[in-house]
C-alpha cells in the first residue's frame, strides 16, 4: 500500500467505507477536491500497474 492508501479506501469503498464524493473526502482529509481528484488518478495508475505486472507474460 502506499501514502495515498487511506484516501483511496474512501473514495473508491475499500475496507468498509462507502464510496464518497471527492468533495465528502476532501473535507475528511482537509485538501481540495482538485488534490482529491489528482490522488485518485494516482490510485487507479498505480492500481492498473500493478495488475499488469502480476499478470505473466504472453511472451516467455
Known amino acids: 500500500m502506499n501514502a495515498n492508501s487511506p484516501l483511496c479506501e474512501?473514495?473508491?469503498?475499500?475496507d468498509d467505507y462507502s464510496?464518497?464524493?471527492l468533495s465528502e473526502v476532501a473535507k475528511v482529509f482537509n485538501?481540495?477536491?482538485e488534490r482529491v481528484r489528482q490522488?485518485?488518478?494516482?490510485?487507479v495508475?498505480?492500481?492498473?500497474a500493478a495488475?499488469?505486472?502480476q499478470q505473466p507474460s504472453r511472451f516467455p
Open 10 to 14: 474512501c473514495v473508491f469503498g475499500f
Open 39 to 43: 490522488n485518485r488518478t494516482s490510485c
Open 31 to 33: 485538501i481540495s477536491r
Open 19 to 21: 464510496p464518497q464524493t
Open 45 to 48: 495508475t498505480k492500481t492498473a
Open 51 to 53: 495488475q499488469r505486472d
